[in-house]
């Protein structure tokens, strides 16, 4: 339940930073290399609040 609840805001987050990095670069094809890595950083970011839910689901279950 940790995992299922704390995995479902950054993949939501996910879904939503890609799509709006996609309309960025569609918008503007010039600054592609420049979204692109602020969306890798922003992506990884919010992937953290999933592994850390998963930390703590792990512990749950084994503690």
Do not use: H, K
Not at 38 to 63: D, R
Request: with cysteine.
């Amino acid at each position: 339940m940790s995992i299922a609840l704390g995995g479902l805001g950054p993949a939501i987050a996910i879904g939503m930073g890609v799509r709006a990095a996609m309309e960025a670069i569609g918008r503007n094809p010039e600054a592609e290399n420049a979204v692109r890595t602020t969306m890798i950083i922003g992506l990884g970011l919010a992937e953290a609040v999933a592994i850390y839910c998963f930390v703590v689901a792990l512990i749950i279950a084994f503690v």
